[in-house]
């Protein structure tokens, strides 16, 4: 591999294999993701990129392999003591609580952490979340549309709420799967801008088609397909890395 | 939600259960029982509806917690001699006792599944409460009265017979009920409740594990099912297992269906109005039940939200 951290890594993925069926969709990958960097994975459809996410995350349960966070074990904790542990999730498909108003959806990953023992749950108050939220909406640029139904926001603007949503979960982990997509070129380079901010306070892990976009925010870079990691380095090295080339880039 | 908008919304529910204390000394004395056992009934239909309604979870065996509120407080009134406190008690403590048994099997399953096996199992309860009809009577059940010692206030005896104690009864425990539902939904956990309802797998991600919260909801909903139940048997002094068939199943869907699904007036507004719909047409014609699923249809086609829903949806958005 190219790239070896001279620091403890964040994130540590041991042999990861999910099968589904006779189908290997992770085979065999050996990640590793310094604290403080923005590591894009790319590849074709079908590399296995969001199942690769998934196991981190705790939404699928591996096949065999480990996964460390912060040198511990985690292969067997659950999604939801993961989110407690700094590991943020946002779906590929906007996955929001469509009926509820946008300060409704921030809300509820804002006050988990409020809410962490018996104590602090009975003594928790809306004030205190009403400031995580205001300040999550406000820094994705939507602090004026608080009380608006999320699914009569515009497209750009739910992918938006999705990333305040994950921002008031306070992210040490923060995972974008394919943040991009279907969003106009103003509305990527807002979305860049805000993924540099969030980088300086966490640890980014991008699945990304938009190869410009890769580009311009990864540190480090790599390079799924079929289930298997086949190059990792700097995105220049990626670009001319001639089975990458074949692969994924089709040149 | 704001100061202001919680402000509100005290004052709206708080002002409805003034008007409810203050009804009992307008009403007629037959609409004044009425209203006693409406409230009681009520106060099953908001339990069912911090399942349904709050957390999304549609079942059909709530009379299976309605009933083990009844039998656990009619038994112990009937057979120990127990007083009217302990028997409510004992009630409540039967109905959320069955409530968690049930959940920890139960909530593996969810959506069709869920109903099915909830139905199965009050089935289930139905039929163990005719089959040991050497305690319970079976559908021909027992009446309390005169097993049942008059509460004791101030060194006044108040006896369930009376109308006035009746009323307030029922009224003490409409209210409880009521308020708790509205605080829970105005809670953190009414918040993650709701969210479970509209997207289990995105609030699961977010660091709630959604099975305890289901299961908190489910035993509150039985604990407010069987306080009701409870209630019912100890006001109106009867325990019969008619109250554990499916119809007591169905009742409280078609009230919170009528009324206004995840509201906190809509139980009550359902109930009401469903209690005097069959009351007004039984009065008219011996097929009642028709002229009943008639004005069903009809509510579901216009109102498909439900009285309260639509209010909401139209005119009051800031109605929990």
Known sequence: MATVAAVAPLLETEALCKRFGGLAAVNDVDLRVAPGEIRAVIGPNGAGKTTLVGMICGRLVPSSGRVLYRGRDITAMRPWERLMQGIVYTFQVTSLFKSLSCYENVALPAQRRLMRGFAARLALREKAVAERVCAALASVGLA?????????????HQRLLELAMALAAEPQLLILDEPTQGLAQAEIEQLCDLVRAIARSATVLLIEHNMPVVLA?????????SGRI????TPGEIERDAGVQKAYLGR | MNDLATHRVLALHLGVLALLFLAQFALPEYHHTNVARIMVLAA??????????????MSLGHAMFFAAGMYGAGLPVYYLGFG????????????????????????????????????????????????????????????????????????????FHEPAVKYNAALLLFAACFLLSLGLRLSPIGRVLIAIRENEERTRLFGYDSFRYKLLALVLSGGLAAAAGASYALLFSYVGSTFASILFSIYPLLWTLLGGVGTILGPLVGTGLMFYLVDIASGITSAYLLVVGVVLVALILWFPQGIMGTVRAKWLPWLP
């Open chain 1, 144 to 156: 004026g549309i608080a009380e608006q139904r999320a699914d009569s926001l515009a497209y750009g």
């Open chain 1, 217 to 225: 925010l990864a540190g480090h870079v790599t390079v799924m397909d």
């Open chain 1, 230 to 233: 086949i190059a990792e380095g």
């Open chain 2, 44 to 57: 099953y239909a908001l339990g069912y509806n911090l399942l349904l309604g709050y957390t999304g979870l």
């Open chain 2, 84 to 159: 009217a406190a302990g028997a409510l008690g004992a009630g409540i403590a039967t109905g959320m006792l069955l409530a968690a048994a049930f959940g920890l099997m139960a909530l593996r399953t969810s959506g069709v599944s869920f109903l099915i096996v909830s139905l199965m199992f009050a089935q289930a309860f139905y039929l163990a409460s005719l089959y040991f009809n050497e305690i319970t009577l079976g559908d021909q059940g027992f009446i309390l009265s005169g097993k049942l010692a008059p509460l004791q206030l101030g060194g006044t005896p108040l006896g």
